[in-house]
């Protein structure tokens, strides 16, 4: 049974420093990867997919890693802003079946 | 595009009465999901639909729930008899799956969330 682990749950960080947070899965044999935000009291916000082929992906200062051999994950933040703050979430899916398997998240804040 | 729909937004209910949670995906996408979230347990599947077809029911708690997606555009989460372990926020998510084997980016609703006295 696949298990998603994210360390550390919480994470406070001051204004305009680069950040990582990690992902690690015990079954390396995933069809993709997502990483989500949530904000407190909202839904998911899908932020990048990177697909098991894949080594990266990147979206404006965001940028997710992926090493499957290892079963691990990690969301690069660069110069963070108090918006950033929230609950980032990462998930995977296996080939033959498209549910998402979630980690127990970071909750991150950006302290002004 | 409006997003994947949810309703209602909140549902506060007593033991024993049925709840109905609703959901419309993102125009043009065939694989719809229903995951729920709760402290102790986070996020997990219930159940999704592909094409309409139920594929994996296996998250499903037990027989008080049920799912239907009766067309593309509409799907229902149905518990009855609704108990105070049944309250957590329910999400609905939907993607275009292109072709077996090819699944793409997830986008979830806003949920609902559910209370059950």
Known sequence: KQEVTQIPAALSVPEGENLVLNCSFTDSAIY?????????????????????????????????SLDKSSGRSTLYIAASQP????????????FGNEKLTFGTGTRLTIIP | DAGVIQSPRHEVTEMGQEVTLRCK??????????????????????????NNVPIDDSGMPEDRFSAKMPNASFSTLKIQPSEPRDSAVYFCASSSRVRSGSYNEQFFGPGTRLTVL
């Open chain 1, 32 to 64: 993709n990867l997502q990483w989500f935000r949530q904000d407190p009291g909202k839904g998911l916000t899908s932020l990048l997919l990177i697909q098991s082929s894949q080594r990266e992906q990147t979206s404006g200062r965001l940028n997710a």
């Open chain 1, 83 to 94: 918006g950033d703050s929230a609950t980032y979430l990462c998930a995977v899916t296996h």
């Open chain 2, 25 to 50: 995906p993102i125009s043009g996408h065939n694989s719809l999901f229903w995951y729920r979230q709760t402290m102790m347990r986070g996020l997990e599947l219930l159940i999704y639909f592909n």
